[in-house]
């Protein structure tokens, strides 16, 4: 898979005929107090002991591991009859996030040439571009596309309930603020189905309870966004250790292990949403686990 990076954000590649982009929103550091700390963030069910014979092995000190900047990335894909965008970032969580709309127009893409945003879940770093600062939608021309559970978790009053506390005001505000714009404009996924030729939502629950992962295939060729099933490289090697976010960690476990097979089965190229910028890679079997091997990029 050749591309190139035009700078340290937007990365270009090729999915068959497909022309794709990986496109940073920026960046969100995760620390406490606002957080736990990472390794309880990112693992929170992990044996300890485990732990940290896991993180030593990716060099990291668990005591001095006292915070994750985790990398917000986008994807375009331009089908040639579709210029899709998946997810649309975190504008307005941070001064350090919201990056996506420079970054797109640096690429050559104004807002209005997306005629398709599909938005994976509803966690303020996937809808927080929906909007602009005044509540105005930021992609006017588009078709939003969002699994049905999801839609209703957030808005049918579900999410009030089942949130947890700490979480509950930041989330529902991002969702308050981002979902009832795109009302008129939304298309409901309740099955496994094509959105447009060649991009095909796939059901992925367990970090939210309409949590949605895309096969796009073009040529023989296939990217696999898995979104959040996978937070750190980690989850790939301890499927089973979730993260404090995840609403149904059974779910989130075993949503990991088809999705997984499914990339080494059909070598597909993965594109993870918190992984180090471009966030592209493939997952690869180790024993009776796996593994990430990230795509080399020429810098
Ligand atoms: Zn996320």
């Not at 002991?49 to 030593?56: H, I, K, T």
């Not at 986008?74 to 996030?97: I, K, R, Y």
């Not at 909007?131 to 808005?155: N, Q, Y």
Request: proline residues 8%; charged residues 20%.
């Amino acid at each position: 898979m050749r591309g190139m990076i035009i700078d340290t954000q937007i990365y270009r590649f090729k999915v068959g005929t497909f022309e794709c982009m990986a496109v940073s929103d920026g960046t969100l550091t995760y620390a406490p107090p606002t957080f736990p700390p990472p390794a309880t963030f990112l693992f929170a069910n992990a044996p300890r002991e485990r732990l940290e014979r896991a993180l030593s092995e990716h060099r990291i000190q668990p005591e001095q591991w006292l915070a994750w900047v985790s990398p917000y990335v986008c994807v375009v894909v331009n089908t040639g009859e579709h210029l899709v965008l998946v997810d649309t970032g975190a504008n307005g969580l941070a001064p350090s996030t919201g990056k996506l709309l420079p970054n797109l127009k640096a690429a050559g893409i104004a807002p209005e040439d997306i005629d398709t945003v599909i938005l994976t879940h509803g966690h303020p770093d996937h809808i927080g571009g929906n909007t602009d600062a005044e509540g105005k939608l930021a992609f006017s021309k588009a078709r939003h596309v969002m699994w049905k559970d999801e839609w209703d978790f957030w808005t049918s009053g579900q999410a009030e309930v089942k949130l947890d506390e700490h979480v509950k005001d930041v989330l529902l505000g991002f969702a308050r603020k981002n979902l009832p714009p795109i009302r008129d404009r939304l298309d409901l996924v309740d099955q496994e189905r094509e959105i447009v030729p060649g991009i095909r939502a796939v059901a992925a629950p367990g970090h939210t309870p309409g949590h949605m992962a895309l096969v796009i295939s073009s040529e023989g060729e296939q990217l696999l966004c898995v979104s959040d099933t996978v937070l750190h490289p980690i989850h790939l090697e301890q499927p089973e250790w979730c993260a404090a976010v995840d609403s149904a960690p059974g779910q989130v476990v075993s949503t990991r292990r088809r999705l997984f097979k499914r990339a080494v089965t059909e070598k597909a190229l993965v594109a993870a949403f918190h992984f180090p910028f471009p966030g592209l890679g493939h997952i690869v079997q180790k024993g009776e686990g796996w593994r990430w091997q990230p795509i080399q990029t020429t810098i």
